[in-house]
């Protein structure tokens, strides 16, 4: 049984620049929640996707923004790149928005230069 | 959301019994307790989670006082594979987002 899947594993993007990231949530699981996690850090919560809407979202600009689809994948974009947007992006799937817990995929490595 | 407290960093001989223990002295009644652990380049990893009862599954166990301003996860027989930042959260029913700490850094030694 596949967990969460995410991709790229690694990017590196210049400053200004748009990024994509994907992730496919663990079989049978309907809500994705994405966090960011900067070196040293605990991860923070970028926000939430439960029947493709934004369900509950962090303090994160609007240059962050995602989308569900109907078979429950996600992304997450961000525009307008800056040096501080340089993290690793975890997506976290769980059933009906994360009540008995969350699982995490092994994230996304952005670095931007 | 309430805030958690816990030691930066702990060492564990492998095969003895790990404590981790976790403040969180302003939860409120409807507020559970998670614990997750990450292995240095991975996601988080669920352990386990509580309301107000001692719970217990394959992988730890996790006590709540009775007051709920404290909790500790123990890890019965630590093994070097058990060497993580092990993060205790608390989750409000009325929101599903976590707001993780900077954890514990669990050193297991051989």
């Known amino acids: 049984d596949a967990g969460v899947t995410q991709s790229p594993t690694h990017l590196i993007k210049t400053r200004g620049q748009q990024v994509t990231l994907r992730c496919s949530p663990k079989?049978?699981?309907?809500?994705v929640s994405w966090y960011q996690q900067a070196l040293g850090q605990g991860p923070q919560f970028i926000f939430q996707y439960y029947e493709e809407e934004e369900r509950q979202r962090g303090n994160f600009p609007d240059r962050f923004s995602g989308h569900q689809f109907p078979n429950y994948s996600s992304e997450l974009n961000v525009n307008a790149l800056l040096l501080g947007d340089s993290a690793l992006y975890l997506c976290?799937?769980?059933?009906?928005?994360?009540?008995?817990?969350?699982?995490f995929g092994s994230g996304t490595r952005l670095t931007v230069v | 959301d309430a805030k958690t407290t816990q030691p930066t960093s702990m060492d564990c001989a492998e095969g003895r019994a790990a404590n981790l223990p976790c403040n969180h002295s302003?939860?409120?009644?409807?507020?559970?307790v998670y614990w997750y652990r990450q292995i240095h380049s991975q996601g988080p990893q669920y352990i386990i989670h509580g309301l107000k009862n001692n719970e217990t599954n394959e992988m730890a166990s996790l006590i709540i006082t009775e007051d709920r301003k404290s909790s500790t996860l123990i890890l019965p027989h630590a093994t070097l594979r058990d060497t993580a930042v092990y993060y205790c959260i608390v989750r409000s029913s009325g929101t599903y987002k976590y707001i993780f700490g900077t954890g514990t850094r669990l050193k297991v030694l051989a």
């Open positions: 976290a799937s769980s059933l009906f928005r994360g009540l008995y817990g969350y699982t």
């Open positions: 302003t939860i409120s009644g409807n507020e559970y």
């Open positions: 079989s049978g699981h309907d809500t």
